[in-house]
């Protein structure tokens, strides 16, 4: 189990990156643009510097749902590689079956 302040810490982050998304995209768009005015490429640039670094969605970790464990995650279920092992083999995730050879 990781640890809970790393996990809210996380959660914040996504909340962030959420609550400034339209406003990031749009000064990221103005900041790119290549015929836009040098004065307005500063402006946004600045405007951009400002906001926190927290609403980048880079800074985002992939985190299992379950656990919170940050490595050995599987995105299409969103969940680390033990949490799904482990409800794999209770049959409770559907169209998955543990192999064995």
Known sequence: MAKK?????????????????NKRTALLKIARDRNAQPE?????????????????????????MITGRPHGFYRR??????????????GLLPGVRKSSW
């Open 40 to 64: 307005e490429i500063f402006k946004a640039n600045l405007k951009l510097a400002k906001l926190p670094r927290n609403a980048n969605p880079v800074r985002i970790r992939n985190r299992c």
């Open 5 to 21: 302040s790393m996990i809210n810490k996380n959660n914040r982050r996504i909340a962030l990156s959420k609550s400034l998304y």
């Open 77 to 90: 279920f969103k969940i680390s590689r033990i949490a799904l092992r482990q409800l794999a083999s209770q």
